[in-house]
Every structure is written in C-alpha cells, then in structure tokens.
C-alpha cells in the first residue's frame, strides 16, 4: 500500500494504523508483539496518532482505529492537516 504521509508522521504510524484495522481493541505491546518498535515508542505515537483522530482512546493503553483513520489509510484522506475537520 502507498499511503502519502505528512511530515509529522513517522513510518512506524502507518503499520500501527494497518495494525490496528485488524484488531478489535487494541494495545501498544500488540505494535511490539508484531515487532514494529518497542512498547514505550507504540505507546507514544498512539497518543500522537489519537491527538489527530486517526485513533481513538478508550481506556489507558487500549485504542481503536477511527473512521479518519481509515480514511486515511484508503487513501480518501491527507493527514497533513490534523486540525481540519471532516468535512
């Protein structure tokens, strides 16, 4: 998949992204058992990832892949402006 990534994005996001549209709630250690970076780095751009809504919290260390999210992995949606609503 070739997915155009913004600038604030690392390439770590988009696995996590892919990840995560195969999972039904999910963890940041998911991202390490699948050995795409370590815990703490999962965990972190989790949180990045869900300030742009690519990824909604749910509870502490579990996450759901939203609707922008996957949007934006079909490509139908940029990234590149993660203060823009849908629209």
């Not at 994005?9 to 039904?24: F, H």
């Not at 990824?55 to 590149?80: H, Q, V």
């Amino acid at each position: 998949m070739s997915v155009d990534t913004p600038e604030w994005m690392e390439p770590v996001d988009v696995e996590i992204l892919e990840l995560m549209r195969t999972e039904d709630v999910f963890a940041p250690n998911h991202v390490e058992e699948a050995d795409i970076c370590r815990g703490p780095h999962a965990a972190y751009r989790c949180r990045e990832l869900t300030k742009r809504d690519l990824l909604k919290k749910y509870a502490p260390g579990m996450y759901d892949i939203t609707d922008r999210g996957e949007r934006f992995l079909d490509g139908d949606l940029e990234a590149s402006d993660p203060e823009s609503s849908d629209e």
